[in-house]
């Protein structure tokens, strides 16, 4: 067996279509949600001779605004240029895109160094499913997409994973990119290597990774791949793979092009750009615009709640955004009482997220607008107070939540109707005490010979008979008197 050990190189190429209301270089729309094919098109994107292509200032904005968050050096002087290769979903035989000027160099997102971010036009869908022909919708043609390359500085296919999700979740955040990968908003390229010395191996390319498992799943294989084959005496061959998901594994699809095979020359249609000619393109300008980022609102939480809040909690608060939107807003309603903070952390984290499970699943997340809307964060809040004042158990605020999670609703008025407001008055509760003792003289004695786990039993038995509605507290309080007398 090999004593030899091999260092994985890993680089990621990401492209993200932007949000933006029309393509990159006309005015057809950009909807990505559109079912019906070829309606979303115009000369232009269509590459019809005659035509002229015109810079959305919309997406280059987008790109600067990447590139701020990331730290990244923007550019003065950028082009775009002809990235020449002949394919069915390339109408015009080019594609515009960016190669010697990107508007962004360098930066760095989750402790991963990037190489460059720059602007291009998407290429359009191709459908392989009917027949023994193919089929090409070129609504995508032409929509603006983001490219982001890193430094090849990936060492794990976790890693790899952890940057996506992280790039995926700053696009959310500055509002650029749904980046959706299911519906191919956002796509995932991986350059792998392995070498048991100090240079690097030879460099494959995994394309088109639509998940951050295939992500994952692709490098893993990729890198196990190529030992076996450097194991074997044979030599790594530089060449694009695809990745089959169901067999779970990477497949050969062609010789890996260089830049030179492109071709690549300046777009003469378009005017070069001169950044800081355009004043809402310079940095400062651009960081007024940018909100609170993930990496900020971590550093926010952790200072804020300390310990009231788990890592894995925090990180739904980062990572669903309107959940996220939404806590901030129930602690706001408490106006500073910080003594319900904790109690608004677990109803959230457990029972509102669990309800939303039972009935949507994994897909609670994108649910979750819907939800919040029959329960407002000031009536959530509301809930949260009445339990940290004992005004309602906490079996009792449950069940509320239950109903304002079904239809809406005060949580006050809900509790009133349902009578889980909690029994503090002690005429109420000595009737129900006397009754409990009366009917369990074992467990009495339990408790006098020293067993305190007995008067939980007890208390349990009270909370049961009151329907959760008595205060725990006090219930417990009246049955030691009561047996002491």
């Known amino acids: 067996m090999s004593q030899k050990k091999y260092s994985p190189t890993i680089g990621l190429e990401i492209h993200a279509e932007l949000k933006t209301l029309t393509k990159m270089f006309c005015n057809s729309k950009n909807d990505p949600d559109e079912q019906k094919p070829n309606v979303n098109i115009c000369p232009v994107c269509m590459g019809h001779p005659g035509t002229l292509p015109v810079i959305n200032k919309e997406a280059v904005k987008h790109v600067l605004k990447v590139g701020v968050a990331v730290e990244g050096e923007l550019a003065d002087f950028t082009e775009f240029d002809r990235k020449n290769y002949f394919y069915p979903d390339i109408p015009k035989g080019y594609q515009i895109s960016q190669y010697k000027y990107p508007l962004v160099k360098g930066g760095t997102l989750s402790g991963v160094a990037l190489t460059r971010i720059h602007l291009e036009e998407d290429t359009a869908r191709s459908g392989h499913d009917e027949g023994d022909y193919s089929l090409v919708d070129f609504n995508r043609a032409g929509l603006p997409l983001m490219e982001l390359v890193t430094e090849p500085v990936i060492k794990s296919a976790e890693e790899a994973g952890t940057f996506a999700r992280e790039l995926q979740l700053l696009l959310r955040y500055l509002g650029v990119s749904n ?96 950044i800081s000619e355009i004043p809402e393109f310079a940095s400062a300008a651009l960081k007024k615009e940018i909100p609170e980022l993930p990496r900020e609102v971590r550093e926010r939480l952790s200072t804020s709640y300390g310990d009231k809040l788990t890592e894995e909690n925090r990180e739904i608060f980062v990572r669903v955004i309107p959940f996220g939107n939404y806590f901030n807003a129930v602690i706001s309603a408490f106006a500073g009482e910080k003594k319900h903070e904790k109690i608004a952390i677990n109803y959230l984290t457990s029972d509102l997220i669990g309800l939303m499970k039972k009935d949507f699943g994994d897909s609670w ?36 939540l239950a109903l304002m999670y079904k239809d809406g609703g005060d949580p006050v008025v809900l509790a009133e109707k ?57 219930l417990a309080t009246m049955i030691r008197e009561s047996i002491a007398k």
Do not use: C
């Open 179 to 274: 980046a959706n990968m299911e519906k191919g908003e956002m796509r995932v390229e991986a350059n792998i290597s392995v070498s048991d010395t100090d240079t690097f191996g030879t460099k494959v390319e995994v394309k088109n990774l639509n998940s951050f498992r295939s992500v994952e799943r692709a490098v893993r294989f990729e890198l196990e791949r190529q030992i076996d084959v450097l194991e074997s005496g044979e030599k790594v061959i530089q060449e694009t793979r695809g990745w089959d998901d169901g067999k779970q594994v990477t497949f050969s699809q062609r010789a890996k092009e260089e830049s030179h095979d492109y071709r690549y020359f300046p777009d003469p249609d378009l005017p070069k750009l001169m």
């Open 365 to 400: 997340e994108e649910e979750f607008a819907k939800v919040s809307t029959k329960i407002s964060p000031e009536n959530f809040a509301k809930l949260m107070r009445q339990v940290g004042e004992s005004v309602i158990s906490s079996r009792g605020a449950k069940d509320v």
């Open 418 to 474: 349902a009578g889980l407001l909690q029994k503090s008055n002690e005429g109420e509760l000595s009737e129900i005490v006397k009754t409990i003792l009366q009917a369990n003289p074992k467990v009495v004695e339990d408790f006098k010979n020293g067993k305190e786990a007995s008067l939980q039993f007890l208390v349990g038995q009270g909370m049961r008979a009151t329907k959760g509605s008595a205060n725990p507290a006090m």
